[in-house]
């Protein structure tokens, strides 16, 4: 057998400890598949000292992680850490001024980074690698770089944040609040304790432009994502979707558009759906998470399993190693990064589909009409409307409007509201939701 690949670890937190012990556990297996061992030759993360239930005294150790980057025994560099900038951008760059590959887990640094990285990785020769980045412990990097590399592909869309969705699983099956559940979630630690990241959509968002930029061949670009995350879905939401005969998913969905100048723009955006039940993502329950990929020749491919976890996320990790191993280098989206396209956000304006709405309302009299007359007036034409009473949000008593559109442009769904922008019949901002059907 050849010699063995070396690689050093810096972050030994979940997803690190994790690689550590999917390392030793599957070690020969790993081996023959590889064609040679993988070995850990040096460490770094913050506490020397902490106990972290693996023996770590073969390996060498670094307080500084940027100094692994440089070590002459160490061929890959893994990058557990996290965070878009600091010591995780640092040493993912000294990674590959010293010519050697790297892996890593980190969708934030990716995300803002990406192309300056996949550059450096090119001009070096060698792998960057991020499966672990998408979706945890799912193969869909993969799936898209290699399984699916023949075909155009259309769009992509998935549930890509598993706390939001275990939250909006919880509130389905428990009638519960969104406050309720979240602070729940956070006691048993499913949920981080500043939470923004991951139920504002941001998290998903980070990981929906990496797919992008697999799926389309466009540059990276997290900054026209359109982020907004499930903090104002209501108990009384999911109640009526389900009257519906729908389910509220937070859906990551990004599509290439060439508009009527023939510009190549790129639509991205994160927003809870109602998501119909005969959809397979309607199905998607709990931490899970599930990419939906639509090539010309392939037709729709789903990818689903969970999106994080030290397991999972240590088989994606470990995944890469071996392709590493086997001598894979490759474009680390593709398409070498200068070819990528420069393709600038998408109005969603001229988007066509229908709609959830609801309104929390003052209850009096022509609330209703008021309603019904600005939707008129921008031409939206209203498939069902359920009125509902009163329900208690948050401690307070409320009246809640929802509607469903028909088939329209998501323009005037936008003039509608402007109409009624400032309204004193409404207590709040309306909240949208597009319909994901079959
Ligand atoms: N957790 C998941 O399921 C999951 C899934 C997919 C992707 N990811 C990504 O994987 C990465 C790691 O996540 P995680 O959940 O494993 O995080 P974590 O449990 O918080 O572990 C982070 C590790 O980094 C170390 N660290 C922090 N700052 C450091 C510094 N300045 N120098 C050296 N080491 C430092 C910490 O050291 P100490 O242990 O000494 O404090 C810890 O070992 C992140 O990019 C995350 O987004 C995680």
Redesign the pocket.
């Known amino acids: 057998m050849s010699e063995p690949l070396r690689i050093a670890l810096?972050?030994?937190?979940?997803?690190?400890g994790g690689v550590i012990r999917l390392i030793e556990a599957n070690a020969s297996l790993i081996a023959r598949r590889a064609g040679r061992p993988i070995q850990i030759t040096a460490i770094?993360?913050?506490?020397r000292s902490?106990d972290r239930g693996v023996d770590l005294s073969g390996y060498a150790w670094e307080d500084d992680?940027v100094i692994l980057g440089e070590r002459p025994d160490v061929d890959v560099v893994v990058e557990?850490?996290?965070g878009a900038d600091?010591?995780a951008l640092a040493l993912a760059r000294t990674t590959f001024e010293a010519g050697k590959a790297l892996v890593t887990?980190?969708?934030?640094m990716i995300a803002h980074h990406g192309l300056e990285l996949s550059a450096k990785a090119e001009a070096a020769k060698v792998a960057f690698k991020f499966e672990?980045?998408v979706a945890?412990g799912i193969p869909v990097i993969k799936g898209l770089k290699e399984g699916a590399a023949a075909n155009e592909i259309k769009r992509v869309y998935g549930i890509l944040n598993g706390t939001c969705n275990y939250i909006l699983s919880t509130m389905e099956d428990t009638g519960r609040d969104f406050a309720d559940v979240l602070a729940e979630a956070q006691a048993k630690g499913y949920a981080e304790s500043d939470p923004t990241f991951d139920i504002d959509g941001i998290d998903a968002a980070h990981k929906l432009s990496i797919l992008s930029a697999i799926a389309f061949g466009t540059a990276v670009d997290f900054k026209g994502v359109t982020a907004t995350g499930i903090r104002r879905v209501l108990a009384a939401d999911i109640a009526q979707a389900d009257a519906l005969g729908y389910y509220i998913r937070l859906i990551g969905m990004a599509e290439p558009e060439v508009d009527a100048q023939g510009n190549h723009r790129l639509f991205q955006r994160v927003h809870p759906h109602l998501v119909h039940r005969d959809h397979p993502l309607a199905h998607v329950d709990g931490a899970t998470n599930a990419v939906v990929a639509e090539g010309n020749f392939v037709g729709r491919l789903l990818f689903q399993g969970a999106g994080?976890?030290?397991g999972p996320?240590a088989s994606a990790v470990v995944a890469d190693l071996i392709d590493i191993a086997r001598g894979d280098i490759g474009a680390p989206f593709s398409i070498p990064a200068a070819e990528l396209t420069q393709a600038a956000p998408a109005e969603s304006g001229h988007r066509t589909g229908k709609a959830y709405l609801r309104f929390t309302v003052a209850d009096r009299p022509g609330t209703l009409a008021e309603i019904a007359a600005a939707m008129r007036d921008a031409g939206v034409s209203i498939e069902s409307l359920i009125q509902k009473g009163r329900v208690e949000v948050n401690g307070e008593e409320r009246v809640l409007v929802a509607l469903v559109t028909h088939e329209g442009p998501e323009s005037g769904i936008a003039e509608a509201l402007r109409l009624l922008e400032g309204s004193p019949s409404l207590a709040e901002p309306p909240l949208v939701m597009p319909l994901l059907e079959e």
């Not at 810096?10 to 690190?16: E, K």
């Not at 770094?44 to 506490?47: G, H, I, L």
Request: hydrophobic fraction near 40%.
């Open positions: 810096a972050g030994l937190g979940t997803v690190g770094s993360a913050r506490n902490k992680m557990l850490v996290g600091g010591p887990a980190n969708k934030a672990a980045a945890g994080a976890g030290d996320t």
